[in-house]
Every structure is written in structure tokens, then in C-alpha cells.
């Protein structure tokens, strides 16, 4: 079965420093989302992804973030200088529709980023 | 008011007893509706999706979907100790854009007792 998939898969970053999470969507999709989850908290919407440009963001993607597909398989999520309160775990997600179908997103393993 | 709103549990059931889990959303321009489970640590994993009032059968799931009440709700028969997850209801409201992100409730936490 197609995966999304995610590197790395833990991240320990000093507070200030930029971090770069990878992703590989599945190859026919065309829709790519970062979505993040505070430890004990709920799944939030970062950021949606299509025809190479940004589609939605939230409020909490502030300049700080970014998001690139660099080339045709990876999409990629830059925090420029991290805060504390940016540790959570960071899923990525690809659909082939845009989301009215029966088959919703696809998640990949996540990215667990510490800020130390 | 919360987007989407489950209670949070836990939800403990004993072995091959029906979990019954309820999710409501406040957006009734909501169109689209899901349940993901999600292991401690894991990632979220679609089980159901639902898009028109009434039962939707897959296995021993079944969701079911009330518009009018704003109310989706997700039954486990059978239930087995390997269910034991958090269970996450999603909603898509339809934005006029190229993209509709997934609006997560909190979960409720399912526990199946052996």
C-alpha cells in the first residue's frame, strides 16, 4: 500500500536554530498538507499545498514557517528559528482529491521535533 | 464553540462489546466527515468516511451521520483489545478553494477490556 513518508522521524533542535522536515507524499497525489500535534493536544491544520503554491494556512503558520516542493516527490516544511512551543509532532498528508472523496487524507509516521 | 467536539473518555468496554463513539461539529456547511484512529505516538489512520445522513457499513465498523443534528457517530462491534486507540473525528467544510483541510476533535480515548 502506497505511504507517505517522513524524515526524520525525531528531531532535537536547540531553540533559534532552523529545521527542515522532509516529506515524500504518494506519487500520485496532488494535494499536500503539514498538520502538527502538541503532545496531549488535538491534530491542527499548518498549511495546505497544491499546483505549487500555498493553498490555506492557519494561524498558527506564521513567517517563521515555509513550505516547499523543491522537485516532482518531496515537500518540505522549513521553522526558520524554533521556539519551545514549537515541539509537537508534525504529520504530513497527501490526497489525490481535495478532500470531498471517500478516501480523506493519507498521513505519513510524522516528525517528532524537540526544542531544547 | 469548539469545530468539533468528542468527549474525551476514556471509553472503557469489555472484549466483543459495541463501542459506540460520538462526535459534533458546529459547522453545518460541514460536508465531509471522518474517523481516524490513532495509536499512542502514531499517526492518524483513516477507518470510515461519511458523507450522507444515514449508516455506512465497512467490517465492524459502522458510522452513521445526522446532519440535521449535527452528529456523526462511529460503532465498533465486536470490540478487541487491539482497537484500544484514540479515536479522532474529522470534518471538511467545503471553502470554494483548491484545498479543504481536515478539522480534528480532540479524540476520545477507547480502551477494550480482555
Sequence with gaps: ???????????????????????????????FYWYR????????????????EISEKSEIFDDQFS???PDG??????????????????????SEASGLSSYGYTFGSGTRLTVV | QKEVEQNSGPLSVPEGAIASLNCTYSDRGSQSFFWYRQYSGKSPELIMSI???????????????????QYVSL???????????TYLCA????????????????????????
Design chain 2, 51 to 69: 458523507y450522507s445522513n444515514g449508516d455506512k457499513e465497512d467490517g465492524r465498523f459502522t458510522a452513521q451521520l445526522n446532519k440535521a443534528s
Design chain 1, 73 to 94: 516527490s518531496n515537500f518540505t516544511l522549513k521553522i526558520r528559528s524554533t521556539k519551545l512551543e514549537d515541539s509537537a509532532m508534525y504529520f504530513c498528508a497527501s
Design chain 1, 37 to 52: 500535534q502538541i503532545l496531549g493536544q488535538k491534530v491542527e491544520f499548518l498549511v495546505s499545498f497544491y499546483n505549487n
Design chain 1, 1 to 31: 500500500e502506497p505511504e507517505v513518508t517522513q524524515t526524520p522521524s525525531h528531531q532535537v533542535t536547540q531553540m533559534g536554530q532552523e529545521v527542515i522536515l522532509r516529506c515524500v507524499p504518494i506519487s500520485n497525489h496532488l494535494y
Design chain 2, 91 to 114: 470534518v471538511i467544510r467545503w471553502n470554494g478553494g483548491a484545498t479543504n483541510k481536515l478539522i480534528f476533535g480532540t479524540g476520545t480515548l477507547l480502551a477494550v477490556q480482555p
Design chain 2, 75 to 85: 460503532l465498533i462491534r465486536d470490540s478487541q483489545p487491539s482497537d484500544s486507540a
Design chain 1, 67 to 69: 513550505v516547499e516542493r
